[in-house]
Structures are given as structure tokens and as C-alpha cells.
């Protein structure tokens, strides 16, 4: 079963600079619960974006760079999406497409859920989320809106699961 995890704001904006736009502790840790002891798959730029290889987590990278190296038993480089949704969107166990904007829009038809942190606020931003028919989708949880205490960011959590 693939699942995506993305923060979102207003406009669609995911990045900059291969960086989030923002920091919210809260939904850090939401990622870091949800995606604890599973599979993630994620472009080479999402890789490099993070602060080194995530405890707790396989990291599949996809990249086009035949010559990409990763020296951690922790990652696999892949260079066929399509054979990871083929593996992967039929298989019991939960895997995570945590980005970037490319690796989002290719796998978006395959995924059954969706843990959304919707962010109440324009971004300038160079990557963005691709356009989702929530029809397809339910609502399977959706949080109050909190308010971020260090920046005043208003966000919400939603999960959605394919109908």
C-alpha cells in the first residue's frame, strides 16, 4: 500500500530551494510517527534535502544518475519508478512517497492514503504539490487547527484514504 506524506501551503508551494518553507515541530513529529520503521521513497533532491539518512526508516532514493552512491545499508537507489509502484502499490505494508514534486505527481494515481498537513498561509516557493481530486479520496481523520507556537503558522492534519 502506498501512502504520501506532505506539508502543503495554501498556493501548493512543498519547497524552495530544495527546503522546506517553513518549520512546524508538530508536524516533524507527526512524519517521524507515521513513517517510523516503514519504507520511504523519495527523489534524489528530497534525499539530499534531508538532514542525513532518518533513523528508524529504509530510504529509497529514485533517481535517473546511474552513478548515484549512497554507503548505507539503510538505502536503495532505484532508477525505474515504475517498477516500484508494480512491488509496491499492491504489497500489505505500509510505504511512504515523501517527494519531491515529481516523484509526488507519478505516483499520486496509485496511492490509498494521503497525510496531509495543510498549512494555512501563502508560500514563495519552486516546487509544488500536484493537484488532487479529492473526490477520490475520503476523510478518514481531520485535527483542529493548531497554531504553531514559535511562528504563528496555522496547519491541520488530514488523512485521507482512497475511496
Not at 64 to 91: G, P
Not at 123 to 132: C, I, L, Q, R, S
Not at 133 to 148: I, L, M, P, R
Request: charged share 35%; with cysteine; aromatic share 12%.
Amino acid at each position: 500500500m502506498l501512502s504520501i506524506s506532505v506539508a502543503v501551503a495554501n498556493n501548493n508551494v512543498i519547497g524552495i530551494d530544495n527546503k522546506l518553507p517553513w518549520h512546524i515541530s508538530e508536524d516533524l513529529k507527526r512524519f517521524k510517527k507515521i513513517t517510523s520503521e516503514k519504507k520511504m521513497i523519495m527523489g534524489r533532491k528530497a534525499f539530499e534535502s534531508l538532514p542525513g539518512i532518518l533513523p528508524n526508516r529504509e530510504h529509497i532514493i529514485v533517481t535517473r544518475n546511474k552513478n548515484y552512491k549512497v554507503d548505507s545499508d539503510k538505502v536503495t537507489i532505484v532508477h525505474d519508478l515504475d517498477s516500484l509502484i508494480k512491488e509496491y502499490s499492491k504489497c500489505d505494508d505500509e510505504i511512504f512517497v515523501i517527494g519531491g514534486a515529481e516523484i509526488y505527481e507519478h505516483f499520486l494515481p496509485y496511492v490509498d492514503k494521503i497525510y496531509l498537513t495543510t498549512i494555512d498561509e501563502d508560500f514563495k516557493g519552486d516546487t509544488f504539490f500536484p493537484e488532487v481530486n479529492y473526490d477520490e479520496f475520503k476523510v478518514e481523520y481531520k485535527s483542529e487547527k493548531f497554531t504553531d507556537e514559535k511562528n504563528g503558522l496555522h496547519y491541520t492534519f488530514i488523512d485521507y484514504k482512497r475511496i
